[in-house]
C-alpha cells in the first residue's frame, strides 16, 4: 500500500514480511546502447539470485532511449527468464530510470546496478538484509572502505575520491562512495524521497543521498569488491560540471530551508525502551550542542576577524559593537538551520529579533570586560584585548545556547509526540 506522502512522517522501521507471489527485491539495470552486453550481464545476474537470494525477486531493464539493439535484447530476455522484465523510456538520464521504475514498482526493497556489474555480486544479499530486516532506509556499495578490494586506473581514482571529498566539505556528506552503481533504497522511503530529488542524471543517487542523510535516515554502507569497465561511455568531465551544477542547487537549497526534510522523519522503533526518555536528558541535546559548538567557533573567527578589521578605523567599544552584531546576525541563522533544525522562512524574522536580544546580552558582557579593562589598563595592547573578549565570549556562549534552547528555538514537539516518549 503507498504511503501517505501529503503530511506526517514516516512509520517506524519493521521487519519486511514477505507476500506471496510478489517480489521482496526489484533490481533496476539502467541501460543505453548495451546490445553486446546486457544478455551475458542480466543471465549473470539472474543465475546468482537464483541460487544465493532467499527471497523472491525481479529484475527490471530499463532502457534510456537506446538507439542500438537494445531494446530487442530486452525483450528476449524478459520473455525467455523467469522474473525479468524490461520498460522503455524515450528519454536518457539514469536517475530518469530510477525514478520511473522505483516509482511503479510494489517490491519493498528497490535496487539498481550498473549493467557491467562491476561490483562482485556477492555484496547483493548484504546490500538488501539491512533494509529488509528493517535496521536502515538505504544501504549504498562503497569502494572507499578499507576493506574493498578496487581495481581501476588512477584518473577514475583521482576523480571518485575528489568528489567525495566534495561532497564531505560542501554539503557535509558522511556516507563515503557517492557514484558508486550499487544501491538499495525501502519503497516507503522512496515513495517520500524520491519526490523531492529534481536531478534526472549521474548526479540523481547523490542527491537522494545527501537528503537522506540531512533527514536523519539510517545509511548502510557494504565494502564492495569492484573491477573497473574500460569500456563504460560515461563523459568524466561533461558529468563532473553537471555534478558540480547539482552541488551548488542542493547546497542553496539546504541552506534556505525550502525542503520538507520532515516529511522523513522516522520515530524509534518496537521496543518500549526505545520510547522512554532519559531522566534529565533533553531530548537532542548531544546533537545540539555539536552543532552549536561548531557554529560559535565559525562565528567566533569571523567576529575576531569583523573586530579586527574594523579596529583599523574604530574604538573598541564600536567595533565590538559592529563585529558582533554582524556576526550574531549570522550566527543566529545558522544555529536557526544547522543546530535546532528549524527549516523554511516562517518566523524567521521573530528569531533573528530573539537573537538580537541574546545579542544585546553577549554585548553587555564583551562590553562590560572591555570597559573593565580599560579601567584596569590605561593603553592595553590589541592581543590582551583579544584575549579579555575571548573568555568573555565563552562566558556568554554557554549563555546564548540555554537562551537559543529555552526561548528561541524551544523545543517544538506537539504535546501528543511528548506523551509519546514520556
Not at 186 to 211: H, I, K, N
Amino acid at each position: 500500500m503507498p504511503t501517505d506522502t501529503s503530511t506526517g512522517a514516516l512509520p517506524a522501521r519493521a521487519h519486511l514480511a514477505p507476500v506471496p507471489g510478489e517480489p521482496v527485491l526489484d533490481v533496476v539495470i539502467p541501460v543505453f546502447n548495451e546490445e553486446k552486453d546486457l544478455g551475458p550481464c542480466v543471465r549473470r545476474l539472474h543465475d546468482h539470485l537464483t541460487r544465493t537470494f532467499p527471497y523472491p525477486f525481479r529484475i527490471t531493464i530499463a532502457d534510456n532511449a537506446s538507439t542500438d539493439r537494445t531494446p530487442e535484447v530486452a525483450s528476449g530476455l524478459a520473455a525467455g527468464l523467469d522474473g525479468v522484465r524490461s520498460t522503455r523510456l524515450e528519454e536518457k538520464g539514469r536517475g530518469r530510470a530510477l525514478r520511473t521504475v522505483w516509482s511503479r514498482s510494489e517490491a519493498p526493497v528497490l535496487a539498481y546496478m550498473d549493467v557491467d556489474l562491476s561490483t562482485d555480486l556477492n555484496a547483493v544479499l548484504p546490500l538488501v538484509a539491512p533494509l529488509i530486516s528493517g535496521h536502515s532506509d538505504l544501504a549504498i556499495g562503497t569502494r572507499l572502505a578499507r576493506s574493498s578490494r578496487v581495481v581501476r586506473g588512477a584518473k577514475r581514482e583521482f576523480v571518485s575520491r575528489a568528489y567525495n571529498l566534495l561532497l564531505r566539505s560542501s554539503l557535509a556528506a558522511r556516507f563515503s562512495d557517492a557514484q558508486c552503481g550499487f544501491k538499495a533504497i525501502r519503497r516507503e522511503v522512496a515513495e517520500r524521497l524520491l519526490p523531492l530529488v529534481q536531478d534526472t542524471g549521474w548526479f540523481f543517487d547523490t542527491e537522494m543521498l545527501v537528503l537522506a542523510e540531512r533527514a536523519g535516515l539510517r545509511i548502510h554502507e557494504v565494502p564492495v569488491d569492484w573491477v573497473d569497465d574500460p569500456d563504460s561511455t560515461v563523459h568524466i568531465v561533461r558529468t563532473a560540471v553537471e555534478d558540480l551544477k547539482g552541488v551548488w542547487r542542493v547546497g542553496r537549497a539546504l541552506a534556505l530551508g525550502t525542503l520538507p526534510l520532515d516529511r522523513l522523519a522516522r520515530p524509534f522503533g518496537d521496543d518500549p525502551r526505545d520510547r522512554s526518555a532519559l531522566p534529565g536528558v533533553p531530548r537532542g541535546l548531544a546533537r545540539q550542542l555539536l552543532g552549536f559548538c561548531t557554529v560559535g567557533v565559525l562565528s567566533t573567527l569571523c567576529y575576531l576577524a569583523l573586530y579586527s578589521l574594523f579596529r583599523l578605523g574604530a574604538g573598541p567599544q564600536l567595533a565590538n559593537a559592529a563585529a558582533l552584531l554582524l556576526s550574531a546576525v549570522a550566527n543566529t541563522a545558522a544555529n536557526r538551520r544547522l543546530t535546532f533544525g528549524v527549516r523554511g522562512r516562517a518566523k524567521a524574522v521573530r528569531h533573528q529579533a530573539q537573537g538580537l536580544v541574546v545579542f544585546a546580552v553577549g554585548l553587555a558582557l564583551t562590553s562590560g570586560s572591555l570597559a573593565a579593562l580599560g579601567a584596569a589598563t590605561a593603553d592595553p595592547g590589541h592581543s590582551t584585548e583579544l584575549a579579555v573578549l575571548i573568555t568573555a565570549n565563552l562566558a556568554a556562549t554557554v549563555l546564548r545556547f540555554l537562551l537559543f534552547r529555552a526561548w528561541v528555538f524551544p523545543d517544538r514537539r506537539t504535546p501528543a509526540a511528548k506523551d509519546d516518549i514520556r
